[in-house]
C-alpha cells in the first residue's frame, strides 16, 4: 500500500499507509503528487501553532500534480496533465462564494490542514475544477504557484497604483510572493523589511529590490523608512510576517489615508494606538485569505512567459523518505531557506 506522511501530534512525524484512490466521481480527478513546497502553515501545523489545524493529519497543500483519470463532465483537464492545485475547497452555494470570495467561504476547507494532503505516494481525487494545467511548467514551478497566488492576493488587496510607496514587512515566502508582482507594476515603489540582512540580500541579488531595510530591536528602522520616503511613508504596507509585535506598530509607517493588508497570521490578539495613528491618519486595514480561482492561471503564464523565475526560490530539496528525519530543520529561521520542495516522485 502506498505510503504517506502524517503529522500524528506535534513534532510527531509517522509514514503511514494511505490506499490509492482509483474511481474519480462526476467532476472529480484522481492525481498524484510529483513535488510539495513547504511554507509557514506546514512547519506551524507540524509545531502545533496553526488555529485551523487538528491531528492526525496528512499535510500538503503547495502541489505539483499529475492527473490519472478523470470522471464525468471533466474538461478542464486531461490524464496526463500537469497541475498545480488551487486547494480552497468551498461550498459553492453560500453566499460568499456566490459573491466571487470562494477563498473565504466560511465553510472552506484547505486541503493538507482541514483534511489530508497531498504529501503522499499513492493516489488521491480532488475536485476537477481546482486543477490549473500547466504543462510546460516542471513540477517544482507548479508546486510554487500557490505561495505566489497568496502574494498575488494580498497585493490586489493593497490595490498600488503608479507614483504610490509599498512597503513590505517579512520576507519569507509570503512577503516574496508579494514583491514578485510589485516588481513588475509600472511606477510603484517598492521597500522591504525584514529582521535578517540575508534576506534583504537576497531581494535586492534576485528582485532588484534595493530599498532594503532591516529591523531593529530599537526601533531606528521608523526613521529609515521616513528618510526613503522622503517623510511620506508608505502608501500601501503589506504585513507578512505573522508577528503580534509587527502586525501592532506597522500603522507607523502608513501614509496619510494608507492601507495596510494583513497576510501574515497569528492566533494572539492584536492591539494597537487608536487615535494618534490610526484614526487620525485615516487609515484602511484589510485582511488578505487564499488566493481566487482565477489568481493561478495569470500566475502560471508569467512564470512561462519568464516573468517569474522560480528557480531562484527553491533553496533546499528533500526526498519522501527523507521527511521523518529532516523536515524539522526547516523550522530554524537560522538554516536560512527560502523555499525548500519535497521531491514525492
Excluded at 229 to 252: H, K, L, W, Y
Amino acid at each position: 500500500m502506498p505510503a504517506a506522511i502524517e503529522f500524528t501530534e506535534p513534532t510527531k512525524i509517522s509514514v503511514i499507509d494511505r490506499p490509492n484512490e482509483m474511481s474519480p466521481l462526476p467532476g472529480q480527478a484522481i492525481v498524484r503528487t510529483h513535488r510539495m513546497g513547504i511554507c509557514g502553515t506546514d512547519l506551524s501545523c507540524f509545531l502545533g501553532k496553526f488555529p485551523f489545524f487538528s491531528y492526525p493529519r496528512t499535510p500538503g497543500h503547495e502541489l505539483g500534480l499529475e492527473v490519472l483519470a478523470v470522471g464525468e463532465g471533466v474538461n478542464n483537464v486531461k490524464p496526463g496533465d500537469k497541475c498545480s492545485l488551487e486547494p480552497y475547497f468551498n461550498d459553492p452555494t453560500s453566499a460568499t462564494s456566490q459573491k466571487g470570495n470562494s477563498n473565504c467561504c466560511p465553510g472552506v476547507q484547505v486541503i493538507g490542514v482541514h483534511n489530508n494532503g497531498g504529501l503522499r505516494q499513492g493516489t488521491f481525487t480532488v475536485p476537477a475544477h481546482k486543477l490549473h494545467p500547466g504543462n510546460d511548467l516542471t513540477y517544482d514551478q507548479l508546486a510554487l504557484v500557490e505561495t505566489l497566488a497568496i502574494g498575488y492576493h494580498a497585493v490586489q488587496r493593497g490595490n498600488p497604483q503608479a507614483g504610490e510607496t509599498v512597503l513590505v514587512i517579512g520576507a519569507g515566502p509570503i512577503g516574496l510572493a508579494c514583491l514578485e508582482f510589485l516588481k513588475l507594476m509600472d511606477g510603484v515603489n517598492v521597500i522591504v523589511m525584514d529582521m535578517v540582512q540575508g534576506r534583504l540580500d537576497f531581494c535586492a541579488k534576485n528582485l532588484g529590490i534595493t530599498n532594503g531595510i532591516l529591523a531593529r530591536p530599537d526601533g531606528s528602522h521608523l526613521a529609515e523608512v521616513e528618510k526613503i520616503t522622503n517623510g511620506q511613508f508608505a502608501d500601501v504596507i503589506i504585513d507578512a510576517t505573522g508577528s503580534p509585535r509587527s502586525m501592532s506598530t506597522c500603522f507607523e509607517f502608513a501614509a496619510f489615508t494608507g492601507r495596510v493588508v494583513y497576510v501574515g497570521i497569528t492566533t494572539s490578539d492584536l492591539q494597537f494606538p487608536h487615535a494618534p495613528i490610526f484614526h487620525r491618519r485615516e487609515i484602511t486595514l484589510l485582511a488578505s485569505r487564499n488566493a481566487l480561482p482565477s489568481d493561478f492561471p495569470q500566475i502560471i503564464d508569467l512564470i512561462r512567459q519568464g516573468k517569474i523565475n522560480t528557480d531562484l526560490w527553491i533553496t533546499h530539496r528533500i526526498t519522501f523518505a527523507e521527511v521523518p528525519e529532516k523536515f524539522a530543520q526547516f523550522t530554524d529561521p537560522n538554516l536560512g531557506a527560502i523555499k525548500a520542495i519535497i521531491e514525492v516522485q
